[in-house]
């Protein structure tokens, strides 16, 4: 039987090759993967997950966790990640949308867990960092001759949640299609071969860690330096071994902030990728001097994987996220009447091509709503295309913070905060900041007479919130700014907070 994506990294598997190369010096090799990944999938066949049922994972990052990954793929179950810092109520309101038949969580975390997974019919395993847990003792009593189910390339590889401004997230369904086809294009596009080896510092419940960096690594039959969070020092002394590094930006401006990097830390390395956040030019440009190598970046969204991308040969532009990949068709449109606009000119950036998923789950109504008659997908970003072809990306048309690469609602902030006690209003803005791209910002109007600090706001949110959704700095005022309709104008907040952390 064919299995659409697994049956393409099966291929380019490079049989004793190595593949994850641990901190410890410990190396998987390529079959090693091959034959954990079979033995977790016969684990998930044996407890009934079936194709097309969801397997949702909360787990640290290691080398179990992503073969756990190609386990899913093999068995046909629908690969759910989800954010390590989710706390328990937000980790409910997943598991009841998704309704995973499987949910994978930490040992510490099970008896937590299974109190909101058993209600809606979910089974919980575990799966620890230092690669024990009952998962792995399950896959320990199977053989590794798992016949693969079943896939097309229509089928359904993995539900990413996302992010809007309103309301609570949504499920990006990605296909086998969607998730080949990307990384295949970029493999070509970034000149990936098996030879590269990637630095992977970043986590694997987003695209960027997941969909682009591992899924590039296997289909180029490359390996890949494993760390369990990115750690300025740790990176630096693997370049010298390397040879690619993805990163959000705050990794470049770090890394900056090292006297020791410089030309000759950087002699063995081939390429740096950027992405999931605007990238400074002043960052691109001092990068440039201090390295000799242009950061490539690139523009992609959880609904698409990615779209376009600087050159690998050729000029790489500071505040551009380049041209459209191979197959992938980008427009601009007036928001307001779906007209294509002229080069130059700012609009609603439209995306169509194989890598565009195949809708929200369960959401019909705002799948709909969210692609044009032709086929396009209405992105939210606004932005241009130059004379030259490259797309700068200006503003969002909605009120979405990006925050170190995660998208936050500021909905959802605004929310926990006006529950707290002598809070009347607030409003939650991103503002430019040097390490996060944009900082989560909370401008807080209080009830008379009350006295109200920041780090009382802080503490309050503490166990409400993701930590990367909690803001960065608690700003009070005595009203906000309304337009005629009552409506708070966020946009007025932007500017008048824009250089709030920025330091001379």
């Known amino acids: 039987m064919s299995n659409h994506l697994f049956d393409a990294i099966r291929a380019a598997a490079r049989d004793n090759a190595p593949f994850i190369r641990m901190n410890g010096g410990h190396i998987w090799a390529y079959d090693d993967a091959l034959d954990l990944s079979s033995r977790i999938a016969s684990a998930i066949d044996t407890l009934g997950i079936r194709p097309g049922d969801r397997v949702a994972v909360q787990v640290e990052k290691s080398a ?27 980790l409910d309101y997943f598991i009841g949308d998704a309704e995973p038949r499987l949910v994978i969580v930490p040992s510490a975390a099970r008896e937590s867990v299974e109190r909101i997974a058993k209600p809606h019919g979910a089974i919980v395993e575990t799966l620890n960092a230092d690669g024990t847990g009952s998962l792995l003792d399950l896959a320990g009593d199977e053989q590794a001759d798992f016949v693969d189910a079943s896939r097309t390339a229509d089928d359904l590889a993995a539900i990413l949640y996302t992010s809007g401004t309103t309301g609570r997230s949504k499920g990006a369904m990605l296909t086998h299609g969607n998730l080949l086809s990307n990384a295949v294009t970029l493999c070509d596009c970034w000149h990936v071969t098996a030879d590269d080896r990637l630095i992977h510092a970043l986590p694997f419940f987003h695209t960027h860690g997941l969909f682009v960096a591992t899924n590039v690594t296997l289909l180029a039959g490359a390996s890949m330096f494993l760390l369990p969070k990115f750690d300025p020092d740790g990176v630096m002394s693997l370049m010298p071994q390397a040879t690619l590094l993805m990163g959000v930006p705050t990794f470049y401006v770090r890394l900056l902030q090292s006297p020791r990097f410089d030309r000759q830390a950087v002699a063995n390395m081939r390429l740096f990728i950027s992405g999931s956040a605007p990238l400074l030019a002043e960052t691109h440009i001092e990068f440039k001097n201090r390295t000799g190598h242009a950061i490539l970046e690139r523009y992609g969204m959880t609904e698409t994987n990615m ?11 500071a505040g551009t996220v380049g041209l459209p990949l191979p197959g992938v068709t980008v427009r601009i449109t007036d928001p307001a009447t779906g007209a294509e606009l002229a080069p130059e000119e700012t609009g609603m950036i439209e995306i169509k091509g194989p890598n565009v998923f195949k809708g929200y789950w369960r959401m019909p109504e ?38 170190g690469g995660y998208n936050i609602y ?25 390490d996060f791209g944009e900082g989560v910002t909370a401008i807080v109007v209080c009830k008379p007479d009350t006295a109200l600090d920041e780090k009382a706001i802080l503490g309050a949110l503490q166990d409400r919130l993701a930590r990367y959704k909690q803001p960065k700095r608690i ?24 250089d709030l952390y920025i330091t001379t």
């Open 410 to 434: 500021p909905k959802e902030v605004e929310g926990e905060i006006d529950q707290l006690e002598g809070v009347s209003e607030s409003a939650v803005i991103g503002v430019p900041h040097p």
């Open 475 to 498: 700003i009070f005022a005595e009203d906000l700014p309304r337009n005629t309709m009552g409506k708070v104008q966020k946009n007025v907040l932007r500017q008048q907070y824009a």
């Open 307 to 317: 779209n376009t991308s600087n050159p690998y040969d050729g000029e790489r532009i």
């Open 64 to 90: 179990e966790a992503l073969i756990l990954y190609l386990a899913c793929l093999r068995s046909g179950a629908v690969y759910l990640p989800l954010n390590t810092a989710y706390t328990l109520a937000e």
């Open 366 to 403: 705002k799948t709909a709503a969210e692609f044009t008659a032709d086929g396009f997908f209405i992105s939210g970003d606004l932005g241009k295309i130059d004379e030259d072809g490259y797309l700068h990306i200006v503003g969002r048309s909605k009120d979405l913070v990006i925050s």
